[in-house]
Structures are given as structure tokens and as C-alpha cells.
Nanobody, 116 residues
Framework: QVQLVESGGGLVQPGGSLRLSCAAS????????ANWYRQAPGKQRELVAG???????NYVDSVKGRFTISRDNAKNTVYLQMNNLKPEDTAVYYC??????????WGQGTQVTVSS
């Protein structure tokens, strides 16, 4: 029943890198925008990066130049490459697919901790 499965989180030192992956069901991936959100304790969920079905990308200002969102439609997978990580990037990261019919699918979340 899980439609999005996330992986790649972990503990990394400041300045390090991680790559998050989100594997989707074939039936929901095509023609969907893909997004990565994050939520730190006590804070609202924040949209970090998004990519349309044709590859148009957007980022929140705080991660521009450090994070890259991408998608592989053949593999039904969306990625978030995170470089030069900072302690303020610490959060649970969630993958999201937004379809044209208004239905959203969410991953289970993966913990990213940036600490020395």
C-alpha cells in the first residue's frame, strides 16, 4: 500500500553530502510533479525542491546552489542530491508526487542529521 519509498538519509558532518532517493509506483509517477519537503522538530513542513514532469526545477532560497533535484522517469524515481550540508538542514525529508487530478502521494520520511 506504500506508493513512495524513500532512502538515503543518515548522519553527516557539516560540509558533507547525501543523496536521497524516492522510488514511486509506476501508476502514479508519470505526469506528476515531484517535490521534496522537510520538517524539523517544532516547525512546519517546508517545500525544499520541486521538479515538473518535463524537468523544470525550483528550490527554496536556503538550498539554492547546494541541492539538486532530479528525476528518472524510466526508473520512476526522484532524487535529491544534497551538498555542503549545514546543521540547519537537519530534518525529516519527505518525497511528494502531485498529480494533475489533485491527488498527492507521500513517502514515509527519511531522517537527515547534520552534526559535527
Amino acid at each position: 500500500q506504500v506508493q513512495l519509498v524513500e532512502s538515503g538519509g543518515g548522519l553527516v558532518q557539516p560540509g558533507g553530502s547525501l543523496r536521497l532517493s524516492c522510488a514511486a509506483s509506476r501508476s502514479i509517477f508519470s505526469n506528476s510533479a515531484a517535490n521534496w519537503y522537510r520538517q524539523a522538530p517544532g516547525k512546519q513542513r517546508e517545500l525544499v525542491a520541486g521538479i515538473t514532469s518535463v524537468g523544470i526545477r525550483n528550490y527554496v532560497d536556503s538550498v539554492k546552489g547546494r541541492f539538486t533535484i532530479s528525476r528518472d522517469n524510466a526508473k520512476n524515481t526522484v532524487y535529491l542530491q544534497m551538498n555542503n550540508l549545514k546543521p540547519e538542514d537537519t530534518a525529516v525529508y519527505y518525497c511528494n508526487l502531485a498529480r494533475w487530478n489533485g491527488v498527492n502521494s507521500w513517502g514515509q520520511g527519511t531522517q537527515v542529521t547534520v552534526s559535527s
